[in-house]
């Protein structure tokens, strides 16, 4: 044991030295203070002695507090990758004032205590069995490093491993649920829209993925596992994982739902047979979906962008909020008389559409898009979207029978929500953020982008059968359009591990200025329909579905001449130090008026502007 100490840390030698050094249950030390009378020579020989000790033992303690300090900070490298129910991080060099700090040992640790916590909670239905858990990744050129870590950290923890290779995020989800695999945990690397340069692991079990309660807490074991290894290098493999095919049986599954709801009264195993669509896959991992499950179904697919998967991504970001992904796709639907064009993000758990007019549709249209047909299926059902959704959209549901949620922006929290409704009694089929992240509760409440393209092209082809000419595009024709939207960003000026701190510091003081009325014409939003109050953002009852994984409030405006003229939305970025800000507008001029009073009347009169970039604030306040 002593040995052992002496090796472990420079921190672990000192503390054993220090409690024998100060030991006063040594028989040969005697303390002057006991007795008064001692001689002045035995007194001159023990002082320079006891001063030396003193100082020695001063030292050390410095010195162990020196190592706790270091120690904590390695600890919160692993913090800091957290991303709300999300792991992310830099993987690769090449990003101007970011640092590699999702390293291999990193996503060792990170692995490990994911395996922990999944093994601690036990195998559904069979508490005897060994936890089997798969690996998807997209094709970023991190992966293939990244993915070792990933198994050595499982095997530590005494699970099985199974490598699916290039998969996608709601592969990885029902990898644990569709035979003959039923894995009992997944895990995704990917990175989403982000640059080549990040990576991340998003987490699943049988029931979803994990929230960002239990990421937050499956990250504070790795920190201490991560900071306490003197070696931070990953372990080899002693037994390397098996392969598994699972994207054929994914694809399969997406297949027979097709086929069997569209019931082709003509060919049944090619229903698509006469349409055109194009898919984008922006060299992600969303390419299966043209050769996989279109061709197969009789589509014609030629046209078709970016299928081959390339980690540096050399087109475009894979994200169907982009504007050049959006665009080319356009092109192609018209150049090639398309009905229909699909954009996928990098690991597919998001989609975006182009009809057959070349018409662009994503976020509120999407959404938009997803409803009408929805509550088609399910009349009266509840549309729980994030609170940057426009009021033209809750006319739009409210109009067709539908009730719409607003809650907090996230797509996890957006989903959460919805579930959590459910369990209430109260029927919600579709949660949906402007992202284009979509879930749907006859789909395990999974957000998937192939499966909301899936229950488009069943509808597009439902339409055609029963004789119409209009494409899709038509189930939102009357969906009005806010008159000004814009997004700003503020960075916070602030040392990483403070930035979080600042962010919360700012949106907080935001909520108090409103509620006290400091901004004129302003008050905390609420729809009144979905038990919330302060804003539409945090639930008042003892249910929230989710933890808040970041801070955020809408407030809507008003001016004593036009009455309501929009909305802001302040909230705190878990991907990156800044503060987001959305504003929307039913009048001219309005976002830059509303932009004008959030600068003067609060971040000027608040002092928050003292550790925010208010760049982009003061541009458009100021534009002429």
């Known amino acids: 044991m002593m040995a052992a100490s002496s090796t472990n840390s420079t921190t672990g030698s000192i503390s054993i030295k ?166 009992h945990a997944s895990i995704m690397m990917t990175a989403s829209h982000l640059p080549y340069t990040r990576n991340g692991l998003k987490f699943f079990t ?187 959209l809750s006319k739009f549901i409210t109009e067709r029978g539908g009730r719409h949620c607003l809650y907090r922006v996230g797509y996890r929290n957006v989903i959460d929500k919805g579930v959590q409704l459910n369990k209430d009694g109260i029927e919600a089929h579709l949660m949906m953020e402007t992202s284009g992240h979509g879930a749907l509760k006859e789909n395990y409440f999974l957000d998937d982008g192939a499966y909301m393209v899936v229950k488009i092209i069943i509808e597009m082809v439902r339409m055609k059968l029963g004789g119409s000419a209009e494409g899709i595009g038509s189930l939102i024709k009357e969906l009005e359009e806010p008159f000004e939207s814009v997004e700003l960003r503020m960075d916070v000026l602030s040392e990483p591990k403070d930035a979080k701190a600042r962010a919360v510091q700012a949106i907080e003081t935001f909520r108090e200025f409103v509620e006290e009325g400091k901004i004129e014409g302003w008050e905390l939003d609420s729809c009144g329909d979905c038990w919330v109050t302060d804003g539409c953002l945090v639930d008042t009852d003892d249910t929230t579905p989710a933890a808040i994984d970041a801070y955020m409030y809408r407030a809507k405006v008003s001016d004593s001449i036009q009455g309501e003229i929009g909305w802001v939305h302040l909230r705190q970025s878990i991907h990156n130090p800044n503060i987001a800000v959305n504003l929307q507008s039913m009048v001219p001029g309005g976002c830059q008026s509303m932009i004008k009073a959030l600068r003067n009347q609060f971040l000027i009169a608040s002092g928050v502007e003292q550790f925010l970039d208010t760049t982009q604030i003061d541009k458009l306040a100021e534009m002429n």
């Open 206 to 392: 049988r029931r979803g993925g994990l929230r960002s309660s239990e990421v937050e807490e499956i990250c504070e074991n790795a920190a201490r596992k991560y900071s306490n290894r003197l070696v931070k290098v990953s372990t080899l493999l002693n037994l390397p994982p098996t392969r598994v095919d699972f994207m054929s049986v994914y694809a399969q599954h997406l297949r027979e739902i097709i086929m069997e709801r569209v019931n082709h009264p003509v060919h049944y195993d090619a229903p698509l047979s006469g349409f055109k669509i194009i898919v984008n896959a922006g060299n992600g991992s969303g390419g299966f979906f043209t050769w996989a499950v279109l061709d197969k179904l009789g589509a014609d697919t030629f046209g078709s962008l970016h299928l081959n998967p390339d980690g540096m991504f050399p087109n475009h970001i894979p994200n169907p909020e982009d504007k050049t992904a959006m665009a080319v796709t356009r092109s192609a639907v018209l150049e090639n008389s398309a009905d229909l064009g699909i954009v996928f993000d990098t690991d597919v758990d998001r989609s975006g559409v182009v009809d057959s007019a070349g018409n662009p549709i994503n976020g509120d249209k999407l959404i938009a898009l997803m409803s009408a047909i929805v509550l088609r299926e399910h009349p009266g059902t509840t549309i729980v979207t994030d609170a940057r959704t426009s009021m033209a």
């Open 18 to 183: 220090q409690h024998r050094y100060i030991d006063h249950g040594n028989p040969s030390y005697r303390d002057p203070s006991r007795n008064s009378s001692s001689t002045s020579s035995w007194g001159k020989q023990l002082r320079p002695r006891r001063h030396r000790k003193l100082s020695c033992t001063a030292e050390l303690q410095q010195q162990q507090q020196q190592f706790l300090s270091v120690h904590e900070e390695e600890a919160d490298k692993i913090r800091r990758l957290q991303n709300g129910s999300d792991v992310r991080g830099v993987a690769l060099e090449g990003e101007k004032g970011r640092t590699v700090d999702l390293t291999p040992p990193a996503v060792e640790a990170i692995s490990e205590s994911f395996g922990e916590w999944v093994v601690g909670k036990g195998v559904e239905g069979d508490n005897n069995s060994t936890v089997k858990v798969s690996l998807g990744r997209d094709p970023r050129v991190t992966g293939g490093a990244l993915s070792v870590a990933v198994f050595s950290g499982l095997s530590r923890a005494g699970c099985m491993v199974y490598d699916m290779g290039l998969a996608t995020t709601p592969a990885c989800f029902m990898s644990t649920l569709l035979p003959p695999f039923a894995f």
